[in-house]
């Protein structure tokens, strides 16, 4: 086992967790982030979304399954951009503490998808 991914590992599933309980216990904002185009509720796809990091964030707590959880966050942050795109142009009227949040979501999801990738590339397969 590779002990190197360990705190990567637990600090995303930490955050894929949270992110994950609140796409249940407090929706509304999630929805508001689901772009026009997609098909469907946006309750569905905020549904979703939390079952997705929910679920990642169990992978890549177990050492087991942690590449695998690794890959398939990597997979979800990528799947939530244009969520977060929908977010700055939701928000492009409001006032600039705000707007930088909405903006600055975007380095932030890169910066998530690189560690989840890092934290997948460095567990061994398993057999």
């Given at each position: 086992?590779?002990?190197?991914?360990?705190?990567?590992?637990?600090?995303?599933?930490?955050?894929?967790?949270?992110?994950?309980?609140?796409?249940?216990?407090?929706?509304?904002?999630?929805?508001?982030?689901?772009?026009?185009?997609?098909?469907?509720?946006?309750?569905?796809?905020?549904?979703?979304?939390?079952?997705?990091?929910?679920?990642?964030?169990?992978?890549?707590?177990?050492?087991?399954?942690r590449r695998i959880g690794g890959l398939l966050a990597t997979g979800?942050?990528?799947a939530v951009w244009p969520g977060n795109m929908q977010m700055v142009?939701?928000?492009?009227?409001?006032?600039?503490?705000?707007?930088?949040?909405?903006?600055?979501?975007?380095?932030?999801?890169?910066?998530?998808?690189?560690?989840?990738?890092?934290?997948?590339?460095?567990?061994?397969?398993?057999?």
């Amino acid at each position: 086992m590779n002990r190197s991914n360990t705190a990567p590992a637990l600090a995303l599933a930490g955050v894929n967790a949270a992110a994950g309980v609140l796409h249940f216990v407090k929706p509304e904002p999630f929805d508001g982030l689901i772009p026009h185009w997609l098909p469907g509720e946006p309750r569905t796809w905020t549904h979703a979304s939390g079952v997705a990091e929910l679920a990642t964030a169990g992978l890549m707590a177990v050492p087991a399954t942690r590449r695998i959880g690794g890959l398939l966050a990597t997979g979800v942050y990528a799947a939530v951009w244009p969520g977060n795109m929908q977010m700055v142009a939701n928000w492009r009227d409001k006032p600039w503490p705000m707007k930088a949040l909405a903006w600055g979501r975007l380095p932030l999801q890169v910066w998530l998808m690189k560690q989840a990738w890092s934290v997948a590339r460095s567990t061994p397969p398993t057999r």
